[in-house]
């Protein structure tokens, strides 16, 4: 099953905007990672955040995690048309090593 | 390095019968993961492979099984398909240590 959820489900923004997603979890984890995906394809590794992080940066890519409120956000500034995908965080537990998804937010921007 | 491939990219089958998926990793890595992906359940852990052996598992039935051969390619099979087996399946690998994925094209199913 999910390990949670993300809002909002769909987003549409202005070429050049901001875009913002949360994402929300239930356990505890090692660490949580955002994947984009385009049209119903593979998954693109995005960024990872550890547990013991607070906020990281990649490019146009903002992360942070709350771990105390167990909730993560992923802002993409400056957006593009080439970032229309659904975006989708991914949580890793303890020693496991597997991801468990979020419900995904479609992201569209429009030119 | 070439990335993960997937063969076939789309399938359709027919109640009851099986089917068999494919997935080449990365060369060098040696973890393979499938993940199902469906509307009504989003993207869900199937199993991994690590070195030709089972590692971890998902809550999924019998019906779905895999393996893993020494060259660290990996196939997935589902028997008895059933119309809620229609969905992307995604195969990603992972080097030795890593933690991030690199995911495959998929391959989509669809089960009539």
């Known amino acids: 099953s999910q390990q949670g959820e993300e809002d909002p489900q769909a987003l549409s923004i202005q070429e050049g905007e901001n875009a913002t997603m949360n994402c929300s979890y239930k356990?505890?984890?090692?660490?949580l990672q955002w994947y984009r995906q385009n049209s119903g394809r593979g998954l693109v590794h995005l960024i990872l955040?550890?547990?013991?992080?607070r906020e990281k940066h990649s490019g146009r890519l903002r992360v942070t995690l709350d771990t105390s409120k167990k909730s993560s956000s992923l802002l993409i500034t400056a957006s593009r048309a080439a970032d229309t995908a659904s975006y989708f965080c991914a949580t890793v537990k303890g020693s496991a090593r597997q991801l468990t998804f979020g419900s995904g937010t479609q992201l569209t921007v429009l030119p | 390095k070439a990335g993960v491939t997937q063969t076939p990219r789309y399938l359709i089958k027919t109640r009851g019968q099986q089917v068999t998926l494919s997935c080449s990793p990365i060369s060098g890595h040696r973890s393979v993961s499938w993940y199902q992906q469906t509307p009504g359940q989003g993207l869900q852990f199937l199993f991994e492979y690590f070195s030709e052996t089972q590692r971890n598992k998902g809550n999924f039935p019998g019906r779905f099984s895999g393996r893993q051969f020494s060259n660290s390619r990996s196939e997935m099979n589902v028997s008895t398909l059933e119309l809620g087996d229609s969905a992307l399946y995604l195969c990603a690998s992972r080097g030795d240590g890593a933690t991030e994925q690199y995911f495959g094209p998929g391959t989509r199913l669809t089960v009539t």
């Open positions: 356990t505890s984890i090692n660490n």
């Open positions: 955040i550890r547990s013991n992080e």
